[in-house]
């Protein structure tokens, strides 16, 4: 079992920058060395979409076309936490933003929520003109 909690959101005026955190623990591993972690956000009335996603062990990462260029996704091992580093932010990233983790042995990128097992419980972020 996997435990995320995300932290960080806030109130922010369009163009600021704001970084999210997301702390996670396990009760049965060790590492995360294994998973895919992936930031999603969900704004009222519409769906969960894909923010990113970042491998634990490789640290490579992989953007939707809507924040690419102004989101970063980076994660401590030391830590044990992810962040997602977000620049020039506009009233369109007003959103709940999750972290959410999977598991995989292999190459596999997930963009979509069902593929993910575990969920923190969000952080709001919400962006002014």
């Known amino acids: 079992q996997v435990q995320l909690v995300e932290s960080g959101g806030g109130l922010v005026q369009a163009g600021d920058s704001l970084t999210l955190s997301c702390a996670a623990s396990?009760?049965?591993?060790?590492?995360?060395?294994?998973?895919?972690m992936g930031w999603f956000r969900q704004a009222p009335g519409k769906e969960r979409e894909f923010v990113g996603v970042?491998?634990?062990?490789?640290?490579?990462?992989y953007y939707s076309d809507s924040v690419k260029g102004r989101f970063t996704i980076s994660r401590d091992n030391a830590k044990s936490t992810l962040y997602l580093q977000m620049n020039s932010l506009n009233p369109e990233d007003t959103a709940i933003y999750y972290c959410?983790?999977?598991?995989?042995?292999?190459?596999?990128?997930?963009?979509?929520?069902?593929?993910?097992?575990?969920w923190g419980q969000g952080t709001q972020v919400t962006v002014s003109s």
């Open positions: 396990a009760t049965s591993e060790r590492t995360f060395i294994h998973y895919v």
């Open positions: 970042v491998t634990w062990s490789a640290g490579r990462t």
């Open positions: 959410a983790a999977v598991r995989l042995i292999n190459s596999e990128i997930p963009t979509r929520p069902s593929r993910y097992d575990y």
